[in-house]
């Protein structure tokens, strides 16, 4: 089933380590802080979208939205925590971003820029949805089972936000190749990258 989710519903070429999630259930305090910056970033990443291309009405229309409600995830992260007498604490390195951000191509016109940072978005919201489904499916915090579906769900309508809006910019069989050969990426990536129960990615 999560292979099946993982490819089926999401295109991701490899899914999580099955050992991901044991090991998350036992450091659900980092995960939720590494969760907490992720959410974060996700907003300001939208943010530098809609400052880096104003004129972009389809993107400012789509992701202005987002903006809040990723923001609105990171205070209901917060509020998890403190539920549990977790604080926030520094923020920690996100090597799985760092290396696809590696992955995005230089150069080419303003079109085929946006479109790099809008599919590798999606690939980060793909992958985000994967791990919350894994956290609602397999961890025994009844109260957080509950509150990661409910991300989930919304992290799945992100993805296909940032899909959608490649193809409004490109033509959709450049956008589609693009997007498989940045799947392919991820996969080796993913391989590379020692399995951690204490991040997100």
């Known amino acids: 089933m999560i292979d099946e ?4 519903v999401l295109g991701l070429e490899l899914p999580t380590d099955p050992r991901w ?7 659900i305090e980092e995960i939720l802080i590494d969760h907490a910056f992720c959410e974060q970033k996700a907003a300001s ?18 992701l202005t939205p987002v903006v809040a409600e990723e923001w609105s995830h990171f205070e209901r992260v917060i509020e998890e925590m403190k539920k549990r007498g977790y604080k926030l604490g520094p923020q920690r390195k996100d090597e799985y971003v760092a290396k696809l951000m ?25 992958r985000s949805c994967e791990r919350f489904r894994l956290l609602w499916k397999y961890i025994p915090d009844e109260g957080l089972q509950k509150f990661y579906y409910e991300l989930m769900v919304s992290e799945a309508g992100h993805y296909k936000n940032f899909l959608s809006l490649a193809k409004t910019y490109l033509p959709e069989d450049v956008v589609t190749k693009r997007w498989k050969e940045i799947l392919v990426s991820e996969a080796e990536i993913l391989k590379t990258l020692e399995v951690r129960g204490d991040r997100m990615h």
Not at 5 to 8: L, R
Not at 21 to 27: G, P
Not at 47 to 62: C, G, W
């Open 45 to 62: 990443s939208c943010i530098s979208l809609i400052i880096m291309y104003p004129e972009k009405e389809e993107l400012v229309d789509m």
């Open 21 to 27: 999630v044991n090991i998350a259930e036992k450091n």
């Open 102 to 126: 590696k992955v995005e191509k230089k150069g080419g016109s303003r079109e085929q820029q946006l479109v790099e940072k809008l599919l590798i978005n999606a690939l980060i919201e793909a």
């Open 5 to 8: 989710s993982a490819k089926q």
